[in-house]
């Protein structure tokens, strides 16, 4: 709005005769800076005037003698102009006393501009009025905190004209959609005081008449109507308009749809009717809008049909998936109504995992090397029906079928076949409530280590029994609060999301499964300049067993699956994929060892392997400022972080002894699918301590050698640093 404001503004100036200019010697711009600005920053600033600062290569004298970057160059006539703009900005935002000096410092070739500032007191507004509104039917006083201007500001023009903006969509989201706001202020140059009233002139009160689709052509109109936010004899809501064009959005059926009021101006209305007298107060929406003598208004939808099936292909690269491939067919308006049929397939441990081994565990894909879960290809297809409006067009629900097979780091393998229900209410508003139920039959295989450490299953046949296929079910409840800016690189705005889970025969699982789950997760962005952030985040969840018998005894069982992990590089970077919280050390060799440690009783196994197993609860709270680089700050910023977090079983140690704290510092690249990331934390802990078990390489029996082992920490400073790549943010 400023933009446009000053480019009206400014071409007073545009009477100098532009050849003047011409005939200057051309001269790059190596400097720009602004001295003594505290109401207006610099990037406001340089954005209101014409001249530019070169690019940092071509400014910064540590990088000109590259010779790149983008040089621009200094217009004498266009600078005198600036010294008007600015002046014109600081008038506009209520500093009329504001003076702009300059420093202008010239060699043959180069330029270097500062533009010295005295802003002055501000004329500061000591009274808003709002006329024309019932304090009876309107919340005035909530009205007031909601304008941009509030009594103690400067007299912002700007922020005055967006005060009437916000009462006008006060009033289009009332009933009224042809409402108005006059604007009146008084101000005082003497005494640097002004008083504004904004006086709302209504209209007419407004309900929803009739709503004319045009440009539907295999979709059926019904299903149109449907998924609108609004219906005949509903109160007029600009809002719901808006909302049902993005409804029509997420269909994916239409490549183009608007929402829009047909009748763009109220209706004549006889002296004294519902349109007579501007001025007078309007009443309670409640009771006129919607009523029999609310005017009704036309509603137009206009949409472009696309193309009802799409195809999408893609191909990535991860450090725990190697190499991975995945596809999807997508039909929109699936046997009528608004339906989408969506089918998706992916494939990853390309290159790693049989049949597709081609050794790449030896070069590209090294992180996998001390991954002994699983040598084989990770799948998963499925197809999901989803049906929008149902019950009403606030709901939606989901139907879907699937078959994977997939691994986590060190951890896990789970190869089930299934399906799922869900219905999500609510589903385009603030908090969206999701309630599901899904069932599956599969196995779940983990490291026999993990089986004897913690549920003290050692034998094979115990283990063999652990794995057997079963019935997994539960229902499940999910609610989130999305209010952040950009979902791949949010900088403003918060993030809340709860999930619960209840798994037992009652709801259709195998006995062997009884427990309930739950997680929370808060974030929190707070913008800093243009392009700073910071952001925290909380991640904490807990899972309560029901004791079971296995082997024999009492134990409160969780499959691998379903328990807590941490560590990674969207969790507490200081330690690698799930391996922050309980694990088990596991070697075929207990005879040799490392002599420069054996004094201290150190002893360092040639096989030693670890596996981690999990927790029934955990915590991380991460903390991040981002700000950008000297160099190309549209492109790269950098991160300081502080990671804190712990995986547990509850009951075994006292958690807040046990936390992790591991800071960091790292890069960020934008890109269009979002920043890519490269943090290296620092871990000054040792490794945490475990069970050590001595597995026989001929009958894999396992035996227990020591209660708790630890490997010593890494002695150099370089080697307890943990370095982490990915793409997107951590939280």
Not at 182 to 198: G, H, I, K
Not at 261 to 270: A, G, I, M
């Amino acid at each position: 709005m400023r933009a446009l404001i000053l480019s009206a503004l400014v071409a007073v100036s545009a009477a100098v005769p532009p050849h003047l200019g011409a005939q200057q010697e051309q001269r790059v711009v190596r400097g720009l800076s602004f001295v003594g600005n505290h109401a207006i920053d610099d990037y406001t600033l340089s954005t209101a005037i014409a001249t530019t600062n070169s690019s940092d290569f071509a400014s910064k004298w540590w990088l000109r003698w590259i010779g790149l970057g983008e040089k621009r160059y200094f217009d004498e006539l266009g600078f005198r102009r600036d010294v008007v703009r600015l002046l014109l900005l600081y008038r506009q935002s209520g500093y009329l006393n504001a003076g702009v000096d300059t420093l202008v410092r010239r060699t043959a070739k180069d330029v270097w501009v500062t533009f010295r500032i005295t802003e002055g007191e501000p004329v500061r507004v000591t009274k808003i009025e709002l006329l024309g509104l019932d304090s009876t039917a309107f919340d005035l006083r909530k009205l007031h905190r909601a304008l941009p201007l509030q009594v103690g500001d400067p007299f912002d023009r700007f922020l005055f004209q967006a005060s009437a903006d916000t009462v006008a969509r006060w009033l289009r989201n009332r009933g009224y959609p042809w409402g108005e706001v006059l604007r009146n202020f008084d101000a005082d140059a003497a005494t640097l005081t002004a008083q504004v009233s904004l006086e709302a002139v209504p209209g007419p009160p407004a309900r929803i008449g009739e709503i004319v689709v045009r440009g539907v052509a295999h979709v059926d109109t019904t299903t149109v109507l449907r998924v609108l936010a609004v219906h005949p004899r509903d109160p007029y809501h600009e809002d719901r308009l808006y909302q049902s064009q993005r409804d029509l959005y997420s269909l994916g059926t239409f490549r183009a749809a608007s929402v829009s009021l047909l009748d763009s101006t109220p209706p004549p209305s006889p002296p004294g009717g519902p349109g007579g007298g501007g001025s007078a107060a309007v009443g309670d929406p409640r009771e006129g809008a919607g009523g029999a003598g609310d005017t009704p208004v036309r509603v137009l939808v206009r949409v472009a049909e696309g193309p009802l099936h799409g195809v999408r292909v893609g191909a990535g690269y991860g450090s725990v998936d190697c190499f991975r491939v995945q596809a999807g067919w997508a039909a929109y308006d699936f046997l009528g109504g608004g339906r989408t049929l969506d089918v998706t397939g992916r494939v990853s441990k390309l290159g790693v995992g049989y049949p597709f081994d081609a050794g790449f565990k030896d070069n590209v894909c090294k992180y996998l090397q001390s991954d002994q879960t699983s040598d084989t290809l990770n799948y998963s297809v499925g197809a999901t029906l989803t049906q929008p409006a149902f019950i009403n067009a606030r709901h939606s629900a989901s139907v879907g079928l699937f078959a994977e097979r997939r691994s986590e780091y060190q951890a896990y393998i789970r190869q089930a076949v299934g399906a799922n229900l869900a219905v999500t209410f609510n589903a385009r508003r603030n908090v969206p409530i999701t309630l599901g139920y899904s069932f599956s039959v599969g196995r779940t295989s983990a490291d026999a280590a993990v089986y004897c450490s913690l549920f003290r299953v050692c034998n094979a046949a115990d283990q063999n029994f652990l794995a057997n296929a079963r019935r997994f079910a539960a229902v499940t409840g999910s609610a989130v609060r999305d209010r952040v800016n950009n979902v791949l690189d949010p900088t403003d705005g918060s993030l809340v999301s709860l999930s619960l889970m209840h798994t037992s025969r009652h709801v259709g699982s195998d006995p062997f499964y009884e427990f309930n789950r739950g997680e929370l997760e808060i974030a929190q962005y707070y913008p800093l300049g243009r392009r700073g952030v910071f952001a925290w985040r909380l991640r904490g969840g807990t899972i309560l067993p029901q004791r079971i018998t296995l082997s024999g005894q009492g134990a409160r069982f969780v499959p691998p699956e379903q328990r807590f992990y941490a560590g990674g590089p969207n969790s507490v970077r200081g330690y690698g994929r799930n391996d922050l919280g309980p694990h088990v050390y596991v070697t075929s060799d207990t005879l040799h060892f490392d002599s420069t440690t054996a004094a201290r009783g150190d002893t360092i196994y040639t096989d030693l392997r670890t596996a981690p197993t999990g927790g029934n609860s955990v915590v991380v709270l991460n903390a991040e400022l981002r700000f950008a680089t000297p160099i190309f700050p549209q492109r790269m910023r950098v991160g300081l972080f502080v990671d804190i977090g712990q995986v547990w079983e509850r009951g075994q140690e006292l958690v807040a002894r046990s936390l992790r704290v591991t800071p960091g510092v790292g890069l960020r690249f934008a890109t269009p699918l979002g920043p890519v990331r490269l943090d290296a934390a620092y871990n000054g802990y040792a490794a945490g301590a475990g069970p050590l078990l001595f597995q026989d390489n001929v009958t894999g029996q396992l035996t227990q050698i020591r209660s708790s082992y630890r490997t010593p920490r890494p002695s150099s400073f370089w080697g307890r640093l943990v370095l982490q790549f990915a793409v997107g943010q951590a939280f």
